[in-house]
């Protein structure tokens, strides 16, 4: 799906913590417990493009080629509940996502094949990592649908970031709100930084730029 690249490219430009800071002002929920880099420094920011997992039923079916669909920049979001007894990703999937240019994926349950994702050093978030395959286990029920990651809605073409600190699911409809509402957080604790380089204690320089009030919703 395609999102603004200016857009993208500021989000880039922010942490995690700042734009979780902003969401919180905003009150709206966007951070993804317990979900980890399997590659360690990879940073992204893209448009969510969804796939959904359910256990597998009497009948068995194939492997979801959903990636096929997928395009250069999108970041693939997998609501496999959690689920940590059976991965939903492996190395032919990182193969085709290197190839196809992917910003990224994020995954609510674990991933197999790790040697081979840390060799391309393929951006990806995960619960954790298994090799026993999903084949026969779960099934793709939905592709491009809302989701749940981590008991967070993911609506397709919502934006992904994801850095050291975690994975947020920003909603498109308010990310332009939330870009405005993270700069001037950004811009406040460099301010703060300042003023205690210039000399100031550090309670003196939040009382000043009022750091207390930044991330909490106004009144």
């Not at 995690?16 to 905003?26: E, F, G, H, R, Y």
């Not at 910003?103 to 040697?115: L, S, Y």
Request: net charge neutral.
């Amino acid at each position: 799906m395609k999102v603004k690249k200016e857009l993208l490219d500021a989000f880039m430009k922010l942490s995690t913590p700042t734009v979780s800071d902003a969401m919180d002002k905003l009150g709206i929920r966007g951070g993804c417990e317990g979900l980890m880099p399997v590659v360690p420094g990879k940073k992204f920011v893209g448009p969510a493009f969804t796939v959904k997992f359910i256990p597998v039923g009497t009948v068995k079916t194939k492997a979801g080629d959903f990636i096929d669909e997928a395009e250069e920049g999108d970041v693939i979001v997998i609501d496999n509940a959690g689920r940590t007894w059976c991965t939903v990703w492996g190395d032919i999937l990182t193969y085709v996502a290197v190839k196809k240019k992917l910003a990224g994926t994020v995954i609510d349950g674990v991933c197999r094949d790790v040697d081979g994702i840390r060799e391309l050093g393929y951006p990806m978030y995960t619960k954790g990592n298994f090799m026993v395959t999903g084949k026969d286990r779960v099934t793709m029920e939905t592709m491009n649908q809302p989701i749940s990651i981590c008991d967070i809605q993911v609506k397709p073409g919502d934006l992904i970031m994801c850095d050291q600190s975690g994975v947020l699911i920003i909603p498109l409809d308010k990310a332009e709100q939330i870009l405005k509402t993270a700069v001037i957080i950004e811009k406040t604790e460099e301010k703060i930084i300042q003023e205690v380089k210039n000399g100031s204690k550090l309670i003196e320089a939040r009382q000043k730029l009022k750091y207390d009030t930044l991330q909490r919703p106004e009144e």
